[in-house]
């Protein structure tokens, strides 16, 4: 039986976390779907997204362990909506999303998908493996001057 795995995140400023999220996620199964966070869902969860959600869908879809990328619904729609799309077999948390197992179990079975299976992946053991991390290393080496680091003589 063909066992298919969906992953969900925001996948902003793509880095090397999110390449070990999908490879642990494709790991669990034979196919990977991957729900890239609508725009508003990341404005309204988080951030103003630095690249948007088409742009994003291509950046992963193109990583070797993702068989196919799609653009999750936007807030007002219920979240487990998206999985009479993807029908997965297994949802595979990313070791850092905050979400709760138990409440997702919970969640599902609510909905009708008992028979989905919920696991999250290992970290990677790289201190620059989120998109925050990334950004607050690139201020610290950012030479507080005018110009920045490639002010001219």
Do not use: C
Not at 6 to 26: P, R
Not at 92 to 117: C, M, N, P, T, W
Request: proline content about 5%.
């Amino acid at each position: 039986m063909m066992v298919r795995v969906m992953a969900v995140g925001i996948f902003d400023l793509l880095h090397a976390g999110h390449l070990h999220y999908v490879e642990q996620a494709k790991s669990l199964g034979d196919e990977l779907v991957v729900v890239i966070a609508h725009d508003e869902t990341v404005r309204k969860q988080k951030h103003e997204p630095v690249t948007g959600q088409d742009l994003r869908r291509r950046m992963v879809e193109g990583l070797k362990p993702v068989d196919k990328a799609i653009i999750g619904n936007p807030p007002g729609v219920p979240i487990f909506e998206i999985l009479r799309e993807v029908k997965p077999d297994l949802i595979a948390l990313g070791y850092d999303q905050k979400h709760s197992i138990d409440a997702i179990r919970s969640g599902l079975d609510d909905a009708g998908f008992e028979d989905v299976g919920v696991t999250r992946v290992e970290g990677l053991s790289d201190d620059l493996d989120g998109t925050r991390k990334i950004i607050a290393r690139i201020l610290d080496l950012w030479p507080n001057t005018e110009g920045g680091p490639y002010e001219e003589d």
